[in-house]
């Protein structure tokens, strides 16, 4: 006959109402304290008790039972707010957890889970492994994941980290960005983005820009950006107020007969390598800087400077 609890457990796994994770590790604990006491337990004693003569449905009802007991002391980990530890109260709370998801929600915060869509989706807050979807995407809050790809638009309500972010559309985030390789080919506005390898593309809005290798094509209004290496193509008018890295690059894209089809303003430009074409800037300092096509600079500030005929710089500093 087939146990109570392991039934009524069953039921609910064949129900949907847990996942296959907790229906597995439930069972398993259950059934391993089991094989414990059946191992540690001395039939000649029990009989000595009377516990069982002519049956053994006594000692497994006892077995059962300091399972049951034990187990208390394992489900605290899941539910440590718990004070009663007699084996029908535990069970009692057990399936009252399962059914509010409070043993699904925690397994999963530990192992993540995979997550695909397609069309409208909305992505609750929480930790994942992989994300695939593509359409129009919602997260309700902060998420972690190790891979997020969407093809589509996405609007986030929190922040989101992970360890490759791919946008293939339009992204909105309302907090942060934080992963290891960063890329978007579209508009895409965050507050802070931070990133190891960040390449972005279309218009991008942001507050600050953090990174090791960062490669810009479009047009970007945004206060700071930091880099180790910085490339940039400009497309249309940006703006930025401070830009750090060692070596950098900023270029505009060309049209017709070559004409400049960008333009960035930019407060000050720190580095060690420096070229621009198409700048608007107060201050460019560096140790080898080469002004070049259609900027227009109010000082800079360099050991070894170049300044193209086309450009203008009111104010050179050799240091």
């Known amino acids: 006959m087939e146990d109570e609890f392991i039934r009524k457990l ?48 006594g000692g497994i009802d006892e077995l059962l039972s300091r399972a049951m007991e034990k ?30 998801k409070e043993i699904e929600n925690k397994a999963e915060d530990k192992q993540g889970r995979d997550y695909k ?58 907090g942060n960005v934080i992963g290891e390789d960063i890329s978007s080919g579209g508009v895409f506005h965050a507050k802070i983005i931070k990133g190891e390898r960040i390449r972005l593309g279309g218009a991008i809005v942001f507050e600050k820009i953090k990174g090791e290798n960062v490669k810009i094509e479009g047009s970007v209004k945004g206060i700071n950006l930091k880099a180790e290496i910085l ?14 890295a060692e070596r950098i690059e900023i270029r505009s894209k060309r049209g017709v007969l070559r004409k400049f089809l960008g333009t960035m303003k930019v407060g000050e430009i720190y580095g060690e390598e420096i070229y621009v074409e198409s700048v608007r800037a107060k201050l460019i300092k560096g140790e080898k800087v080469t002004i070049g096509d259609n900027c227009i600079v109010e000082k800079v500030e360099a050991e070894r400077v170049k300044v193209s005929k086309k450009s203008k710089v009111k104010e050179v500093v050799r240091k």
């Open 117 to 174: 869509c397609a069309g409208a989706c909305t992505i609750p807050a929480g930790r994942y492994n992989y994300i695939s979807a593509s359409g129009s995407v919602k997260v309700t809050g902060d998420l972690r994941a190790k891979k997020l790809s969407v093809a589509g638009s996405l609007h986030s309500e929190g922040n989101i980290w992970a360890n490759i972010l791919s946008i293939g559309g339009s992204a909105k985030i309302d």
């Open 10 to 57: 069953k039921e609910k796994y064949e129900k949907g109402e847990i996942s296959k994770e907790t229906y597995e590790e439930i069972l398993k604990r259950y059934l391993d304290e089991i094989e414990e006491e059946k191992a540690e337990e001395e039939p000649e004693e029990i009989r000595e008790k009377g516990e069982y003569e002519n049956s053994t449905m």
């Open 231 to 244: 490339k940039m193509k400009i497309d249309g008018k940006s703006s930025l107020e401070r830009i750090v």
């Open 71 to 100: 187990m208390d002391e394992e489900l605290k980990k899941f539910f440590p707010e718990d004070e009663k530890t007699t084996a029908e109260e535990v069970e009692e709370k057990v399936f009252k957890k399962v059914e509010s």
